[in-house]
C-alpha cells in the first residue's frame, strides 16, 4: 500500500476499526463506513470528531443495504479495504440469528459485489476475522496426541465438569491454536465469522484481489465499549467495578483467554496493508499466552482501589462459552513479522486508567 493511497474501512468507527483508521490516516487517504450501532456507540459526535481531528472521512451506511455500500466503494475506490463491520456478541447471537446473519454474511456479499461492480482491480480486502471459529480449539490426550474437544455436555457443566472432553469422554488438555486446527464454531458469531472468511475466499479466488483473514483472539484496551453488554469482558469488568458492582465470575474462574491489546492488533492489520507480499495464510493474532477470567478480574479489581472481595465464582456456564483460548501466533510472527509487545499486567493498567476517566468524563474522546 503506497503512501497517499485510498483505504477504506468498515466498521472503521469502532473499537478497532477508530484507532486503525487514526494509525493509518498518517499516511494514507482513509474513509470509515460505520452505521454507528446504537448498541456500540454512545458517543457518536465525539468519535466523528476525533475521527475528523486526524483527517479521516466518515460516511454513515449500513453494510446490509447494498446501494449504500456500493456507492462507499465507487466513492472512494480503495485500494486497500478493511472489514472490520459487524455485530460481534456472541451471547445475542443467539438470540437474534437472522439479524447476525444479516449483517455479518450478507452484509459480506453486499462488500463483495460492490468491489466486483466498482474496483473489480482492487489488490487487497482484509477481514477482521475470530477465533471463535476453532470452537474449544486444539487439545491434546494424556498420551500428549492432538485429540479433537467435543461441545461441552450440559450434564457435565451442571456437575461442575468444566474441562473439554474427548468423544469417549477422556479428559483434554488445550495447546495453543492455530490455522491448522479443524474449524467448530460454537455460537451463532461464530458461525457468521467463519462465513465471512470462506465467502471472501470463495469470491475472490482466481481474481486480482488477494484475501487477508486475522483470526483475533480476545481484543481490549481503551475505547472498547463500556456500555455495550454483549463484548468485551475486561471493559464490562471496569464498568462493573466503578459502579461498585460485584463481578460474577462464571464457572469455577478458570475460563481461559487470550487477552491481545488493542495497538497491537492494530499494528498487526497495518502490517497486512502495507507488507510487500500479504500472508495468504490465515494468521492468529494474540498475546499467545492465557490468562483466567479470575485472575484478570482480581487483577483489575486492584487497579481500580476496589476490595479484592468484589466478585463472586457462580459456577454458572452459558451456552456457547468455550473454556480455553490461547493463540498459536508462530505463523504471524513469521508470516508477517509481527509480535505483540504489551504486556497483559501494562495493558490492564491503561485500560483500567482510561476506564475510569470515562466515568469521570465520559465525553472525553480518546486520542
Ligand atoms: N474485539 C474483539 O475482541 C474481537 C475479536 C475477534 C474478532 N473481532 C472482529 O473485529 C471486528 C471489529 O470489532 P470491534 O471489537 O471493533 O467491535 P465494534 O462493535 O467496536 O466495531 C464494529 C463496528 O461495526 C459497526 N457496524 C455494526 N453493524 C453495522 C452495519 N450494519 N453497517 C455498518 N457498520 C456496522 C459498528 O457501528 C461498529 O462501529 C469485528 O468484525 C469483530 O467480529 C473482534
Keep these: ?3 497517499g493511497q485510498s483505504v477504506l474501512i468498515t466498521g472503521g468507527a469502532g473499537f478497532i476499526g477508530a484507532r486503525l483508521a487514526m494509525t493509518l490516516s498518517d499516511r494514507h487517504r482513509v474513509t470509515v463506513f460505520d452505521n454507528f450501532n446504537p448498541q456500540v456507540h454512545d458517543a457518536v459526535p465525539q468519535t466523528r470528531m476525533r475521527l475528523a481531528r486526524h483527517g479521516v ?11 449504500e455500500v456500493g456507492a462507499a466503494v465507487a466513492r472512494t475506490r480503495p485500494r486497500v479495504i478493511y472489514h472490520l463491520a459487524a455485530e460481534t456478541g456472541t451471547g445475542q447471537s443467539y ?15 453486499h462488500l463483495i459485489e460492490a468491489v466486483r461492480r466498482h474496483v473489480p482491480d482492487l489488490p487487497r480486502i482484509i477481514l477482521a476475522g475470530s477465533r471463535s471459529v476453532y470452537g474449544e480449539g486444539s487439545c491434546i490426550d494424556a498420551q500428549g496426541r492432538p485429540a479433537c474437544a467435543m461441545d461441552r455436555r450440559q450434564p457435565d457443566l451442571d456437575a461442575g465438569l468444566f474441562q473439554p472432553r474427548s468423544r469417549t469422554g477422556a479428559l483434554l488438555t488445550p495447546v495453543p491454536t492455530d490455522a491448522t486446527c479443524p474449524v467448530a464454531p460454537a455460537s451463532v458469531y461464530a458461525s457468521t465469522k467463519l462465513m465471512q472468511e470462506y465467502l471472501l475466499s470463495q469470491a475472490f479466488w482466481g481474481t486480482p484481489t488477494r484475501v487477508g483473514i486475522l483470526r483475533l483472539q480476545n481484543v481490549y484496551g481503551p475505547g472498547q465499549s463500556m456500555n455495550n453488554p454483549y463484548t468485551g469482558v475486561l471493559s464490562i469488568f471496569c464498568r462493573q467495578i466503578l459502579d461498585g458492582q460485584v463481578l460474577d465470575i462464571f464457572e469455577d474462574g478458570q475460563i481461559t483467554r487470550d487477552f491481545v491489546q488493542v495497538d ?11 507488507a510487500r ?45 468455550i473454556r480455553h483460548a490461547v493463540a498459536d501466533i508462530s505463523r504471524a510472527v513469521t508470516l508477517l513479522g509481527w509480535q505483540p509487545d504489551v504486556a497483559l499486567p501494562d495493558g490492564l493498567a491503561r485500560l483500567a486508567a482510561w476506564s475510569r476517566d470515562q466515568v469521570s468524563y465520559p465525553a472525553r474522546a480518546i486520542s
Design 277 to 321: 507480499a500479504m500472508p495468504q495464510e490465515v494468521l492468529d493474532i494474540g498475546a499467545g499466552q492465557g490468562a483466567t477470567i479470575l485472575s484478570v478480574a482480581q487483577t483489575l479489581l486492584a487497579c481500580l482501589g476496589a476490595p479484592p472481595d468484589r466478585l463472586v465464582v457462580t459456577g454458572a456456564y452459558r451456552p456457547g462459552d
Design 1 to 3: 500500500m503506497l503512501a
Design 57 to 67: 472521512d466518515v460516511i454513515t451506511g449500513d453494510i446490509r443495504d447494498p446501494r
Design 95 to 109: 438470540s437474534k440469528p437472522t439479524h447476525y446473519t444479516d449483517v455479518n454474511v450478507m452484509g459480506t456479499a
Design 264 to 274: 497491537d492488533v492494530v499494528r498487526a492489520f497495518a502490517m497486512m496493508g502495507q
